[in-house]
């Protein structure tokens, strides 16, 4: 009866610890941010490679579709490429609470601020701006056995090199609310 309960017992360790393990071929994921999308009007389409279970490299492409005459939230980036890197603070392989380093090269629209009337205007004679930030980020991963991917992060940048510091913003935002799969 004792072999019986210990070989019982071994057999579900064994398979509880084979449920953890995610087979390392699937170290891929692609995802949409959802929040960039709708709120924004604005696609952003991410990359990440899983590079074991606690970290990952990824980049991110945003481009801003909302036309200057839009009310309405905006988003001050037309353009910005975002290369990644995230640790992961979880049993789950690449998944759970995540910290994350980035840099973005982007390129600004030519707003101002009114302070009078506290609003943005575009101004079609300030030119477009080119951009490099670095910044950090803090989020959450969830993935499904069948591999759809969910995340929600929030981060800020601060720019460091400006092709125009008179017509550029200082910091840069990076949220998301990202749906994906992970193959």
Do not use: W
Request: hydrophobic fraction near 35%; proline fraction near 2%; avoid cysteine.
């Amino acid at each position: 009866m004792k072999k019986l309960i210990t070989i019982t017992l071994l057999f579900i360790t064994i398979n509880s610890f084979a449920q953890e393990e995610i087979p390392k071929d699937k170290s891929h994921e692609l995802k949409l941010n959802a929040l960039n999308t709708l709120i924004f009007k604005s696609i952003d389409v991410s990359y990440e490679y899983l590079i074991n279970e606690e970290s990952s490299v990824g980049i991110s492409f945003l481009v801003n579709l909302n036309d200057n005459d839009t009310d309405g939230p905006y988003y001050n980036e037309t353009f910005a490429i975002t290369p990644y890197y995230r640790h992961y603070f979880s049993r789950k392989y690449a998944a759970g609470f995540f910290m994350e380093g980035f840099g973005m090269y982007n390129v600004q629209d030519s707003y101002y601020y009114d302070y009078s009337s506290s609003s943005f205007y575009y101004d079609e004679n300030i030119k477009k701006t080119n951009n490099f930030a670095l910044g950090i980020s803090l989020g959450a991963k969830f993935v499904s056995e069948k591999g759809f991917a969910f995340e929600f992060y929030g981060g800020i940048g601060r720019n460091l090199f400006t092709s125009d510091s008179e017509n550029n913003f200082e910091v840069v935002p990076r949220l998301g609310i990202s749906f994906g799969y992970r193959f």
